[in-house]
T-cell receptor, first 114, second 113 residues
Framework: GENVEQHPSTLSVQEGDSAVIKCTYS??????FPWYKQELGKGPQLIID?????GEKKDQRIAVTLNKTAKHFSLHITETQPEDSAVYFC?????????????FGKGTHLIIQP | DVKVTQSSRYLVKRTGEKVFLECVQD?????MFWYRQDPGLGLRLIYF???????EKGDIPEGYSVSREKKERFSLILESASTNQTSMYLC????????????FGSGTQLSVL
């Protein structure tokens, strides 16, 4: 089955700096790559996703890049703010509407230092 | 607004007890999921359901069962709770054909003593 590796497990950055979280996946058939953000005391929430026919996607201060050849994808957060502090999970899926869900990475705890 | 509600935020049970975790969604979603979240291990899929009375095992189904009698409700059952089932349990739902876009509840922190 699919295996998703996520690094780093903890990332501390100064407010205003950029943060990058990286993930690799093992199954070349995977074609959908979402990122979820989990704030303290809440469930994960989808923040951005990308499909394998696209190399990059942006939404305001966050962006995701995908390298299909190398089988890795990354989350980039620019101009970090205190409310960006959370645990971030990457995931991979073969899509196609099947009900077997996603394979998640182990998560990155992002800490924004004031 | 989309909503997935888990019946309890915190739950404390004793070893050997039968435990029910309830989840309700108000979005008319076909798919529902139960995940377990542990520090350093991320989110692991226990069971999922793509229709009423249907269920499929996920990656770690041992020691658990599920029930889906109505479309909006998905229950996770620990037949005989053990200390290694102490964890955060997250319920999620999604539309048919869009299983990747999950909507999560806030979670139930279960402690088995």
């Amino acid at each position: 089955g699919e295996n998703v590796e996520q690094h780093p497990s903890t990332l501390s950055v100064q407010e205003g700096d950029s943060a990058v979280i990286k993930c690799t996946y093992s199954d070349s058939a995977s074609n959908y790559f979402p990122w979820y953000k989990q704030e303290l005391g809440k469930g994960p929430q989808l923040i951005i996703d990308i499909r394998s026919n696209v190399g990059e996607k942006k939404d305001q201060r966050i962006a995701v890049t995908l390298n299909k050849t190398a089988k890795h994808f990354s989350l980039h957060i620019t101009e970090t703010q205190p409310e960006d502090s959370a645990v971030y999970f990457c995931a991979a899926s073969k899509g196609g509407g099947g009900a077997d869900g996603l394979t998640f990475g182990k998560g990155t705890h992002l800490i924004i230092q004031p | 607004d989309v909503k997935v509600t888990q019946s309890s935020r915190y739950l404390v049970k004793r070893t050997g007890e039968k435990v029910f975790l309830e989840c309700v969604q108000d979005m008319d979603h076909e798919n529902m999921f139960w995940y377990r979240q542990d520090p350093g291990l991320g989110l692991r899929l226990i069971y999922f359901s793509y229709d009423v009375k249907m269920k499929e095992k996920g990656d770690i189904p041992e020691g658990y069962s599920v029930s889906r009698e109505k479309k909006e409700r998905f229950s996770l059952i620990l037949e005989s709770a053990s200390t290694n089932q102490t964890s955060m349990y997250l319920c999620a739902s999604s539309l048919q054909g869009l299983n990747e876009k999950l909507f999560f509840g806030s979670g139930t922190q279960l402690s088995v003593l």
